[in-house]
């Protein structure tokens, strides 16, 4: 494998997408042999009903998004000779915000968030392959900030929880806990959704009302 396109290729079947990739570093403490990481992310549209038609979700047991991704993405890096590694769980406890932030597709928004070229304010990372093999990878994009004018992310959040200084998050909550706070909870942050990367990723309501309703539980 010297290209992104075997990862892509096991991957789009299960509704995910390379989200970024990086050549690591000896420093970066993973798996023996590593040279490259690559990140992936749900694929849209079509991840929320794909999701919900999985044992994982259908069970009724806790935790269904992460039974899932260790089940699919270990299944992947099985098949690919890699290893499989998670946002959750631990120890070891993952950098995926600085993982991110090297693989070229992410960035710190003007809210701090990590902002992604097609997930914008939606970015979400359900797992990492690290792979024995050196990729050779397609130059960066841009981030999307550099040609938002208006940053509406700025000025999004109905209590200004989401700023350049920081995340109050007791304001968040609060304001969640209020009859005011119904759209960010049915809809998804205001903030994620005014990002207007965010609202070309066609990510479905149900499924932000969802990760909503477990941040907010």
Sequence with gaps: MTTLAPVSQAAAPHFLAVFGAFATRPDDALPPGTRSLVLLGPAEPGFWPHMLA???????????????????IGAIASDLGASALFPFGGPPHHPFYHWALRSG??????????????????????GA???????DLPPPPTSPCASCA????????????????????????????????????????????????????????????????????
């Design 129 to 135: 392959l690290a792979l024995r093999e050196t990729l």
């Design 54 to 72: 999985q044992p994982e979700w259908q069970d009724g047991a806790p935790d269904p998004f992460d039974r899932w991704s260790r089940r699919v």
């Design 150 to 217: 208006t940053q509406p992310c700025r000025t999004a959040c109905p209590v200004a929880a989401l700023t350049d200084v920081g995340y109050d998050l007791p304001a968040c909550h609060r304001f969640l806990d209020t009859s005011g706070g119904n759209d960010c909870l049915t809809g998804g942050c205001a903030v994620r959704r005014s990002c207007p990367a965010s609202r070309g990723y066609a990510r479905m309501p149900q499924q932000s009302a969802y990760h909503m309703g477990q941040f907010h539980r």
């Design 105 to 126: 597709r992410a960035w710190a928004s003007p809210v701090r968030l990590l902002v992604h070229d097609t997930a914008g304010l939606f970015v979400s990372y359900r």
